[in-house]
């Protein structure tokens, strides 16, 4: 069983930072792709960011400036530095992976449990 837990969400004033962390644990060979989505009440899940092994990224045109996607490789972890935040970014934020579960083509999508963003005015 592979699990994605997500940690670093919170309330925070606007204008004010925050960063999520996402670890990926189980029995995999490799990530390709990790991110984040969002999902505010009353909406869809949309994209925020995601990045490859290879370190290339993708982002939502509402987030991109402002928000920056990371990841270690290593460590199985995938990070997202948030900063300039207003109250239209509060929402539950969901860690995403694309994992190989071993030698061979093929990949299996994950997702965490969510952690939840709330920016104050």
């Known amino acids: 069983q592979v699990q994605l837990v997500e940690s670093g969400g919170g309330l925070v004033q606007a204008g004010g930072s925050l960063r999520l962390s996402c670890a990926a644990s189980?029995?995999?060979?490799?990530?390709?792709?990790m991110g984040w989505y969002r999902q505010a009440p009353g909406k869809q899940r949309d994209l925020v960011a995601t990045i490859t092994r290879g370190g290339g990224t993708n982002y939502g045109d509402s987030v991109k400036g402002r928000f920056t996607v990371s990841r270690d490789n290593a460590k199985n972890t995938v990070t997202l530095q948030m900063d300039s935040l207003k109250p239209e970014h509060t929402a539950v934020y969901y860690c995403?992976?694309?994992?190989?579960?071993?030698?061979?083509?093929?990949?299996?999508?994950?997702w965490g449990q969510g952690t939840q963003v709330t920016v104050s005015s």
């Open positions: 995403n992976a694309n994992i190989v579960l071993r030698v061979g083509p093929g990949s299996s999508s994950y």
């Open positions: 189980g029995s995999f060979f490799s990530i390709s792709a």
